[in-house]
């Protein structure tokens, strides 16, 4: 069977105990004889070499995410460089600082991700499916 796996990622920052369940469920379903596509949510995941299986790019890249709410022209870059705002180094960089996020002034970005097709992030979404 073939499996389609989304996950927030940590950036490979820390450790925590979804993601060590997550790694377990994904190990299960390897040795289980399936195939399962891992899709990251904002930062990527964990380290490469413990990941079983496949893993699709960043889906919902934080930092393009953030930038391009709060400053939507952004979001007519070109793709090359709008692909360059969810380089996994920058990613990682970002989730180094993760701790220092803080919700207060992220209300309209949460806001908008609910509303999934209608809002900010529509494009990102159509682009998973």
């Known amino acids: 069977m073939n499996i389609a796996y989304i996950v927030p990622g940590s950036g ?9 369940r997550d ?3 994904l190990r299960a379903l390897h040795r289980a004889g399936h195939t399962a596509l891992t899709i990251p949510l904002y ?3 964990f380290a490469e070499e413990d990941r079983p ?8 890249g934080a930092v393009r ?3 391009t709410h709060r400053w939507p022209a952004l979001g007519r870059l070109p793709r090359p460089l709008r692909r360059a705002l969810d380089a996994a180094w920058l990613l990682r960089a970002a989730a180094r600082r993760s701790g220092a996020t803080r919700a207060r002034g992220l209300e309209d970005l949460t806001l908008s991700m609910l509303r999934g097709e209608d ?11």
């Open 65 to 67: 995410l953030f930038l």
């Open 43 to 45: 930062l990527p995941l």
């Open 53 to 60: 299986g496949p893993a699709a790019p960043v889906f919902y």
């Open 12 to 20: 490979n920052t820390f450790y925590c105990q979804n993601c060590l």
């Open 119 to 129: 809002g900010r992030q529509a494009a990102e979404l159509r682009r998973l499916g």
């Open 23 to 25: 790694m377990t469920l």
